[in-house]
């Protein structure tokens, strides 16, 4: 009688050990982990910081611009050729005023004020307004179209 050798025992394959590169150590993969933990959090961060000031801007949107109109219109008077007399400049002022609360309760219109920001370049393009030019301004503040 012939006996058959017994079956041979599967092949034990090694425990599965995590991917690396190769010539990884733990230390340097544990090092690359951790980078993209740092870089979420640093993206956390950011955002958090972008919407705190979001609400700021929100905050204190009508005190911009406040602040933005009377500097515009500080550049004007300032930038005013020696022809403009002071009772122009006043009247400048006081319109430039009364249109800038018109803005905050918005009865004017977004049109109306990117019109008026671009006549007030193109006054100013040349580093000096003239009387005309001021005179042209104050009537559109006074009345803009519609």
Do not use: Y
Request: glycine share 4%.
């Amino acid at each position: 009688m012939s006996e058959t050798p017994p079956p041979a025992p599967a092949p034990v394959l090694p425990p599965q050990l995590p991917v690396t590169l190769p010539f990884e150590d733990a230390a340097q993969r544990d090092r690359r982990q951790g980078c993209l933990k740092w870089g979420l959090v640093g993206c956390a961060g950011a955002s958090v910081a972008v919407i705190v000031g979001l609400l700021f801007l929100m905050n204190n949107a009508k005190k911009l611009m406040d602040f933005a109109f009377d500097q515009m219109g500080d550049q004007i008077v300032a930038a005013s050729a020696p022809d403009v007399t002071p009772a122009e400049k006043e009247s400048f002022r006081s319109a430039m005023k009364a249109f800038s609360e018109k803005v905050k309760n918005r009865t004017v219109a977004a049109e109306q004020v990117t019109v008026f920001q671009g006549r007030v370049r193109a006054a100013v393009a040349d580093s000096r307004v003239t009387a005309e030019e001021l005179r042209s301004l104050t009537a559109f503040l006074k009345d803009p179209p519609r």
